[in-house]
């Protein structure tokens, strides 16, 4: 993506991840209608309406299933920024389908990533068609193979099981503003209900995710939007506040469900409920 920053425009390519789903009998390959798992490299152009950066493209492969299903991951640099897990599949015919939402890390701005890429004569040829809202920036790349290929160890069938809406709210009415409790002498009731939960395309952890964060290596991460309620009972009402955040939820070191909490998405609505008789 083209560093916008001198036109009031940012554009770029962060972390907010995008791959298949993989389980435990997933067969992997290096190898799938001539790409191969490893880094492409090479110059980049990227335009939006007139205006026209250049710089280099990094593409890594990082896996071939039996399936043609792929996870990648692509960085902008020298002139171009940004950077993003990216997730799809190489068809029979040989074109490989890449997509994903991608955060700018100049603004935090969400752009939607529709990557399609052929070999041709040993090289990678792609486009990358980057939409926001009304925005769109085209960017085209010739890469060559520049090696480092080793297939990825699948997801064991432990960290490969898909959260339900009943797990996430499980472990929100546990874990949400010191989780939910009956009233004491100093608090009063607390109760979480999640309302609904619309999940993103789930992704292995990266790199950051484990050594920073503390994700467990190898699992499986959902993004999510969780809509819930938080209910606080006073004995002249209850105190209902409608929220959203973007969370990222994945099993632990010890194979229970856990929600990382995020951003906020939308307005909260506070409300006064009447007393319960």
Known sequence: ???FQKNAVAAGLTA???????HSATVYAQT???????????QARNKTGNNIGTGKATLEIRSIANDGSVQAYLRDSDGLEGAGALAGAINDNGVMQLSGPMTSPSDNSVWQSALMAVMQNGQLRMGNRLTLGNAVQEETATMAYAGGGAPVRPVTAAYAQKPTVQDIEKVMKGTWAG??????????????????????????ATAQEVQVEGFPSGGMIYPVIVDF?????YDSGTRAIRMGREGKVYKD??????????????QEIITTEPVRK
């Open 32 to 42: 799938y209608k001539g790409f191969s798992v490893g880094q492409y490299q090479g």
């Open 179 to 204: 989780g939910e409790h009956p009233a004491s002498s100093i608090d009063a009731k607390m109760a979480v209900t999640v309302n609904a939960v619309q999940f993103g395309q789930p992704y292995r």
């Open 229 to 233: 309620t938080q209910r606080t009972y």
């Open 1 to 3: 993506m083209r560093n």
């Open 253 to 266: 070191r010890f194979g229970g469900w856990a929600v990382q909490t995020g951003a906020v998405r939308g």
């Open 16 to 22: 907010l991840l995008c791959v298949a789903l993989f």
